[in-house]
């Protein structure tokens, strides 16, 4: 062979040789080999990884391992997983999880209710031969809410099920009530809605036509919040309020009560679309109510820019946003004893159109709001 001939063979070797490798994919997944979002608390962790340059031997089953963590054992467990067959370029294993026993390095991965699990491989080459490390993650112990329907006279989340984790919106028809008790944890997956549907298709919902009580304490918060590993403003969409698909929305039929809550990362977190009236009944006064709640890392706190629903919004705290209501006509309205700081000037909005009509007039309750870079429009 001349040296030409020689140097295009050891190329051609080279870039054949390069070609064969590819980079390795891991995943948690389910006893059966199904994706994982969640394990539950008497589970295993199943991880599978994919790599076709790993099948060393065409006459055994080869092995590699996965490092799995979380924030409780930090350093992690190393996972032996074993080819499912001879050639198959795929790997499987397991390992059990400890939620009560302290930090070992045991053979048991130590994990606290609803934190992130990862699984990392050390992939030794990559598409272009390189070493890399990829991962994927899962959690412990989170209750998934199917989207849809929330269907039943009373949902009720408890704080044994907590945290809860939406993948879509949700909606509370009219006849339902969801109450979430105090303490309760609900999870949104960002930028993401499995239903592809209501307000924004890409942020997930709580759609109420019947009721929400979500009445936390003082001491047990109940807290809406991301799921992303680094949460953004915007991550989810909010609590939105309509009429009810069929009924009345007077007298307590439709009506939202939130009290010491936690909302962080969302677009809008409270809002009100119902286009119905509210005159008639002094018991329709209650129907939003928003008390002792922190609103942070978000847009408007309540936005209300359709219907004529009595609020109630007092003694809550915002930090870097505000409050548009732009709704017109509505009987009775209290901004009472509300603490709003922002970073820089902003305008709280409160569009307010005063009627008086049979059997009272409207009143309005505006007084004692603490306000710093912020602004009051009336």
């Known amino acids: 062979m001349n040296r030409t001939l020689f140097i295009l063979f050891v190329l051609f070797s080279s870039f054949a040789g390069n070609a064969q490798t590819v980079t390795g994919q891991v995943q948690f997944t389910t006893r059966l080999g199904g994706p994982a979002l969640t394990y539950g608390l008497t589970d295993s962790a199943y991880v599978r990884v ?3 340059d790993r099948n060393l031997s065409a006459s055994n089953a080869d ?9 409780k054992e930090p350093l992690g467990e190393k996972v032996t997983l074993t080819e499912t067959g001879v050639n198959t370029g795929i790997f499987r294993g397991w390992l059990r999880f ?22 990392a491989y050390r992939d030794p080459a990559d598409d272009f031969g390189n070493i890399l490390t990829v991962s994927t993650s899962s959690f412990y112990g989170l209750t998934v809410v199917p989207s849809g329907i929330q269907s039943g006279t009373t949902i009720t989340w408890t704080q044994g099920n907590s945290p809860y984790l939406l ?28 239903l592809s549907g209501g307000e924004d298709p890409n942020r997930i919902e709580i759609r109420v036509e019947g009721q929400l009580d979500a009445k936390g304490t003082a001491a047990d918060s109940i807290r809406f919040i991301s799921n992303g590993d680094v ?3 915007g991550d989810w969409y909010g609590i939105v309020i309509y009429n009810p698909s069929s009924g009345s929305n007077v007298n307590g039929g439709n009506r939202l009560h939130v009290r010491h809550a936690v909302f962080s990362h969302y677009t809008q977190a409270v809002r009100n679309k119902s286009s ?16 002792r709640s922190r609103f942070i890392s978000g847009g408007s706190a309540l936005t209300s820019n359709s219907g004529t629903r009595p609020t109630i919004f007092s003694y ?14 509505s009987r009775y309205k209290a901004f009472q004893f509300n603490t709003i700081k922002n970073a820089s000037s902003a305008t709280i909005v409160l569009n307010i159109q005063l009627r008086s009509e049979s059997p009272t007039a409207s009143k309005f309750y505006i007084e004692d709001n603490n306000l710093e870079n912020a602004r009051i429009n009336i």
Do not use: H, M
């Open 276 to 291: 119905q009236y509210y005159w008639g009944s002094s018991n329709s006064l209650d129907s939003l109510v928003v008390l």
């Open 98 to 119: 400890d939620a009560t026993g302290a930090v070992a390095q045991d053979g048991f991965l130590q994990v606290n209710k609803g934190q992130k699990l990862t699984a």
């Open 50 to 52: 994919t790599d076709a």
């Open 167 to 194: 993948t879509g919106d949700i909606t509370i028809p009219a006849g339902s009530k969801l109450v979430i008790q105090p303490g309760v944890e609900v999870r949104f997956k960002p930028i993401s809605d499995d």
């Open 316 to 329: 809550n705290k915002l930090i870097n946003c505000g409050i548009e209501d732009n709704s017109s006509w």
């Open 63 to 71: 092995t590699l391992s996965v490092r799995i963590s979380s924030p």
């Open 231 to 233: 949460p953004a403003s």
